[in-house]
């Protein structure tokens, strides 16, 4: 790993560059929260303390994704590609959380062959990072084995230090080239140990409080409680919006839909693929059988994935500690209420 220094004012330089040559998604502050958007000047950039209210998965997993044109005449069908425009990209201002979330939607989407469409937008995209600077009141990250100041998943991560300048730590082959390209913006770290000890006293204090539960007892617990009164009770709230799914970082569950018209004797149109959620009613819905038709089997789906089988076949979470799915669920469901009370129950016998 390369670490150099970079003033803001060469920062500011170096973006009205590469916003001639990029696409650059970055936090932006809207009137009611913060998320990922295109930017077209550095000022427009937030730079908040903590992790925006969305993660930036919609730029590698869009809501709505246009897979393939159809037109069929008769018995005849034609396939064509659609319209995407998947050119050079930065994202800047990636949490830990978020992009530990990226690491795992690479295992989902390589898993059985690869996902062309979300590869494309992963390969053409860079990811500049940046540690936390104080955890967000919902935060729960190293709970879940995520360090809120490290680089992992990162091409580079910059770490405001608060003095006009940023420490910027070149973490992959792709950040490399990037640096490589423009590294006259840099400059050598030549008081490295008085900036770093200005960084993250907060953050500190967080990564040495104690873990809110235990994985492995929660991970043993639903090995063995597939059925259980806690689904009923804590699901009794759920309304099914989704809002905990479409929030989620790692969620990618998806549909297909068609968007077709009738013209010149023949259907022509596009297979979106969409965001699509455990907690509707109408998921895994087959024309003959619902597998799970009530909200707390729905409910259950949703812990048993994150907290089960995911690790049962990647030996890895699909939950980073982001906090989003605590901070915004509309009837107020805690997924961290939820594992302490598995916990608990596991403690009980």
Same mark, same amino acid.
């Given at each position: 790993?390369?670490?150099?220094?970079?003033?803001?004012?060469?920062?500011?330089?170096?973006?009205?560059?590469?916003?001639?040559?990029?696409?650059?998604?970055?936090?932006?502050?809207?009137?009611?929260?913060?998320?990922?958007?295109?930017?077209?000047?550095?000022?427009?950039?937030?730079?908040?303390?903590?992790?925006?209210?969305?993660?930036?998965?919609?730029?590698?997993?869009?809501?709505?994704?246009?897979?393939?044109?159809?037109?069929?005449?008769?018995?005849?069908?034609?396939?064509?590609?659609?319209?995407?425009?998947?050119?050079?990209?930065?994202?800047?201002?990636?949490?830990?959380?978020?992009?530990?979330?990226?690491?795992?939607?690479?295992?989902?989407?390589?898993?059985?062959?690869?996902?062309?469409?979300?590869?494309?937008?992963?390969?053409?995209?860079?990811?500049?990072?940046?540690?936390?600077?104080?955890?967000?009141?919902?935060?729960?990250?190293?709970?879940?084995?995520?360090?809120?100041?490290?680089?992992?998943?990162?091409?580079?991560?910059?770490?405001?230090?608060?003095?006009?300048?940023?420490?910027?730590?070149?973490?992959?082959?792709?950040?490399?080239?990037?640096?490589?390209?423009?590294?006259?913006?840099?400059?050598?770290?030549?008081?490295?140990?008085?900036?770093?000890?200005?960084?993250?006293?907060?953050?500190?204090?967080?990564?040495?409080?104690?873990?809110?539960?235990?994985?492995?007892?929660?991970?043993?617990?639903?090995?063995?409680?597939?059925?259980?009164?806690?689904?009923?009770?804590?699901?009794?709230?759920?309304?099914?919006?989704?809002?905990?799914?479409?929030?989620?970082?790692? &969620?990618?569950?998806?549909? $297909? =839909?068609?968007?077709? #018209?009738? @013209?010149?004797?023949?259907? !022509?149109?596009? +297979?979106? /693929?969409?965001?699509?959620? &455990?907690?509707?009613?109408? $998921? =895994?819905?087959?024309? #003959?059988? @619902?597998?799970?038709?009530? !909200?707390?089997? +729905?409910? /259950?789906?949703?812990?048993?994935?994150?907290?089960?089988?995911?690790?049962?076949?990647?030996?890895?979470?699909?939950?980073?500690?982001?906090?989003?799915?605590?901070?915004?669920?509309?009837?107020?469901?805690?997924?961290?209420?939820?594992?302490?009370?598995?916990?608990?129950?596991?403690?009980?016998?």
């Amino acid at each position: 790993m390369t670490t150099k220094l970079i003033t803001r004012n060469s920062l500011k330089k170096l973006m009205r560059d590469l916003l001639t040559v990029f696409e650059i998604v970055a936090p932006v502050q809207g009137e009611a929260v913060s998320a990922f958007q295109r930017i077209s000047a550095y000022e427009e950039i937030g730079w908040p303390d903590s992790n925006t209210a969305r993660s930036p998965k919609e730029f590698f997993l869009p809501p709505a994704d246009g897979l393939f044109r159809f037109q069929q005449t008769g018995r005849e069908t034609l396939l064509s590609e659609p319209a995407n425009h998947h050119g050079p990209r930065i994202i800047l201002g990636v949490r830990p959380c978020d992009a530990a979330a990226l690491a795992i939607m690479d295992r989902v989407f390589s898993e059985k062959g690869i996902d062309v469409h979300y590869t494309a937008l992963r390969d053409n995209t860079l990811v500049i990072g940046q540690p936390c600077w104080k955890p967000g009141k919902d935060c729960f990250c190293t709970s879940v084995g995520i360090n809120p100041t490290a680089s992992l998943n990162m091409d580079i991560m910059l770490t405001d230090l608060r003095d006009e300048r940023f420490l910027v730590d070149i973490v992959s082959p792709k950040g490399e080239d990037f640096f490589s390209y423009f590294s006259h913006f840099f400059q050598e770290p030549e008081d490295l140990p008085r900036a770093l000890s200005a960084q993250t006293r907060e953050m500190v204090f967080y990564l040495g409080e104690d873990k809110m539960f235990d994985l492995r007892v929660i991970k043993k617990w639903l090995d063995n409680n597939f059925e259980n009164p806690l689904w009923t009770k804590t699901a009794a709230r759920c309304i099914g919006c989704g809002a905990c799914s479409f929030l989620c970082p790692t &969620c990618h569950c998806f549909d $297909f =839909t068609d968007e077709s #018209t009738y @013209q010149d004797n023949s259907f !022509q149109g596009l +297979r979106k /693929r969409v965001w699509d959620s &455990c907690s509707f009613s109408h $998921f =895994t819905q087959t024309p #003959t059988h @619902q597998p799970r038709p009530t !909200q707390d089997r +729905r409910f /259950r789906q949703r812990i048993m994935h994150k907290f089960k089988y995911s690790f049962d076949r990647y030996q890895q979470l699909a939950c980073v500690g982001c906090g989003r799915c605590r901070s915004l669920c509309p009837v107020g469901i805690d997924l961290v209420e939820v594992l302490v009370s598995i916990s608990r129950q596991s403690h009980q016998f």
